[in-house]
């Protein structure tokens, strides 16, 4: 495959975008007018929503959970498992109603992944046509303009594209949280696993500027950010289509050093390109978390070698071996599929056995999911939905009685933990995170949000430790 660089928007059709959001903001001047965006998918897609919300914003609309007090329903869409495909379209469904209700005082758009996939736009717009605005992943910073088209001219607008060389800066964003905050560093993914949409609907992978990453990192600790995540496919990828070849570990390097910034995590990382160098700078950068989302997929090298992942299973324990040796007390999570097509037994017990001897700290666990246009999808070997199940409950028993074990040996020990706020599964406990990202559920003083405490660990349970604060 030949390289290609990323190529941002110009300045100017942005600024003709911001000019848009001016001229909707001020018809919006005085009126009370709400947005709603439902977020499915990954953290990348949750960093779109962001930036849809920071220009609604703009536009001079409020967020609201009520689609029923809502003039802009956004759904921003995951094709990489069917059950949030069809998530989508039982939403779509139940709107009708309320579209009928308000008819052109609620515009319904749909964007993200889903839309990048020609058959599910063309199904929207048969079925569903009470949608408004559907556009994908690469325009999404023109959205002001389809907008405005909506509003103006009362027309419905359908700009999908299917070119992936464009990065947009300088967009608006409305960060969910104040204390953590989502950074894309890369689009796209060129390794087309047999099972994987993503290439298809994110295109190949572009590199945003080091200066650009490092400048947003820099007003994140300005605005009093504790916590950054760098997104990416594969960010060990990051860097391999800029002209001067800044790796990942050099990116890491330049953000350890930003003042103000206390921690700094990732994903997602490829085994295959994880190097030697990014060991290196894991174990010497302090504000590094001690921790590593490392997706295996499948403990089996003859379906690591269908799913097209380029490793073995000798070689990942190799790699976690290296991991665990260079960084004491690494966490280490995974991504798992059961039930990829001819997965036999054996393979299966491949997979257990793999995790019996990593013992992740916890994993996101999958039934295969057959996604059109991927070669899996294709294959005349798929597994029985009731084989697929009953390895999959077996693997979660493990799993969850491995979390539980690693949970129990921070029990007395004390930790530093990042506070974020109020727990959502008890509104009278704050919660914060190790940097071994375990959650922890302490009582304390609310304006404790945002700072790096200490706390002794008096209980442990299989998704959370419960800390008691330190004086």
Same mark, same amino acid.
């Given at each position: 495959? $030949?390289?290609?660089?990323?190529?941002?928007?110009?300045?100017?059709? &942005?600024?003709? =975008?911001?000019?848009?959001?001016?001229?909707?903001?001020?018809?919006?001047?005085?009126?009370?007018?709400?947005? $709603?965006?439902? !977020?499915?998918?990954?953290?990348?897609?949750?960093?779109?929503?962001?930036?849809? +919300?920071?220009?609604?914003?703009?536009?001079?609309?409020?967020? /609201?959970?009520?689609?029923?007090?809502?003039?802009? &329903? %956004?759904?921003?869409?995951?094709?990489?498992?069917?059950?949030?495909?069809?998530?989508?379209?039982?939403?779509?469904?139940?709107?009708?109603?309320?579209?009928? =209700?308000?008819?052109?005082?609620?515009?319904? *758009?749909?964007?993200?992944?889903?839309?990048?996939?020609?058959?599910?736009?063309?199904?929207?717009?048969? !079925?569903?046509?009470?949608?408004? &605005?559907?556009?994908?992943?690469?325009?999404?910073?023109? #959205?002001?303009?389809?907008?405005?088209?909506?509003?103006?001219?009362?027309?419905?607008?359908?700009?999908?594209?299917? /070119?992936?060389?464009?990065?947009?800066?300088?967009?608006?964003?409305?960060?969910?949280?104040?204390?953590?905050?989502?950074?894309?560093?890369?689009?796209?993914?060129?390794?087309?696993?047999?099972?994987?949409?993503?290439?298809?609907?994110?295109?190949?992978?572009?590199?945003?500027?080091?200066?650009?990453?490092?400048?947003?990192?820099?007003?994140?600790?300005?605005?009093?950010?504790?916590?950054?995540?760098?997104?990416?496919?594969?960010?060990?990828?990051?860097?391999?289509?800029?002209?001067?070849?800044?790796?990942?570990?050099?990116?890491?390097?330049?953000?350890?050093?930003?003042? +103000?910034?206390?921690?700094?995590?990732?994903?997602?990382?490829?085994?295959?390109?994880?190097?030697?160098?990014?060991? @290196?700078?894991?174990?010497?950068?302090?504000?590094?978390?001690?921790?590593?989302?490392?997706?295996?997929?499948?403990?089996?090298?003859?379906?690591?070698?269908?799913?097209?992942?380029?490793?073995?299973?000798?070689?990942?324990?190799?790699?976690?071996?290296?991991?665990?040796?260079?960084?004491?007390?690494?966490?280490?999570? /995974?991504? %798992?599929?059961?039930? #990829?097509?001819?997965?036999?037994?054996?393979?299966?017990?491949?997979?257990?056995?793999?995790?019996?001897?990593?013992?992740?700290? $916890?994993?996101?666990?999958?039934?295969? $999911? @057959?996604? *059109?246009?991927?070669?899996?999808?294709?294959?005349?070997?798929?597994?029985?939905?009731?084989?697929?199940?009953?390895?999959?409950?077996?693997?979660?028993?493990?799993?969850? @009685?491995?979390?539980?074990? %690693?949970?129990?040996?921070?029990?007395?020990?004390?930790?530093?933990?990042?506070?974020?706020?109020?727990?959502?599964?008890?509104?009278?406990?704050? !919660?914060? @995170? /190790?940097?071994?990202?375990?959650?922890?559920?302490?009582? +304390?003083?609310?304006?404790?949000?945002?700072?790096?405490?200490?706390?002794? &660990?008096?209980?442990?349970?299989?998704?959370?430790?419960?800390?008691?604060?330190?004086?």
């Amino acid at each position: 495959m $030949s390289k290609r660089t990323a190529v941002c928007v110009p300045e100017q059709e &942005i600024e003709e =975008q911001r000019e848009i959001m001016r001229k909707i903001a001020n018809l919006n001047e005085g009126k009370v007018r709400r947005y $709603s965006i439902h !977020t499915f998918g990954c953290q990348l897609n949750e960093n779109d929503s962001e930036k849809l +919300g920071g220009m609604l914003a703009g536009m001079g609309y409020e967020e /609201t959970d009520d689609f029923d007090k809502s003039d802009i &329903i %956004i759904f921003n869409t995951c094709c990489v498992r069917e059950n949030a495909e069809q998530k989508v379209f039982g939403h779509l469904g139940r709107l009708k109603m309320l579209k009928d =209700q308000k008819g052109d005082n609620l515009v319904l *758009a749909v964007c993200g992944c889903m839309m990048q996939q020609q058959e599910i736009v063309d199904y929207i717009m048969n !079925t569903y046509r009470h949608v408004d &605005i559907i556009f994908g992943t690469h325009n999404l910073h023109k #959205f002001p303009e389809m907008l405005y088209k909506k509003l103006i001219n009362n027309e419905k607008v359908f700009d999908v594209i299917d /070119t992936d060389g464009y990065i947009a800066e300088g967009l608006p964003i409305q960060r969910k949280d104040s204390v953590k905050a989502w950074v894309t560093i890369m689009y796209g993914c060129n390794n087309f696993c047999s099972y994987c949409i993503v290439p298809y609907v994110r295109g190949r992978e572009r590199s945003r500027s080091v200066n650009e990453i490092v400048n947003e990192v820099k007003m994140l600790a300005q605005q009093d950010y504790k916590e950054i995540t760098l997104l990416g496919q594969n960010v060990n990828s990051y860097g391999k289509d800029l002209p001067d070849m800044t790796t990942f570990p050099m990116l890491l390097e330049k953000l350890n050093g930003i003042d +103000g910034i206390k921690r700094i995590r990732f994903m997602t990382s490829h085994p295959k390109d994880l190097s030697d160098e990014l060991i @290196r700078v894991m174990r010497e950068c302090d504000k590094i978390a001690p921790h590593l989302h490392l997706p295996i997929q499948s403990g089996s090298t003859r379906i690591l070698q269908s799913m097209n992942r380029k490793y073995t299973k000798e070689q990942y324990l190799e790699l976690v071996d290296k991991l665990r040796a260079n960084i004491p007390g690494i966490a280490l999570t /995974t991504d %798992i599929i059961v039930g #990829f097509p001819d997965e036999s037994e054996e393979d299966f017990e491949e997979t257990l056995d793999v995790v019996n001897r990593v013992r992740f700290d $916890s994993a996101y666990t999958f039934l295969f $999911s @057959r996604r *059109a246009g991927t070669p899996a999808a294709k294959s005349d070997k798929q597994v029985p939905d009731e084989v697929k199940k009953a390895r999959f409950d077996r693997l979660l028993e493990l799993q969850n @009685r491995i979390s539980r074990e %690693i949970n129990e040996t921070y029990l007395n020990r004390t930790c530093e933990i990042l506070v974020e706020g109020i727990s959502k599964t008890n509104p009278h406990m704050l !919660t914060g @995170r /190790t940097g071994t990202n375990k959650i922890v559920n302490f009582e +304390g003083p609310s304006n404790l949000k945002g700072n790096l405490i200490k706390v002794k &660990i008096i209980d442990a349970k299989t998704w959370h430790l419960v800390g008691k604060l330190l004086k």
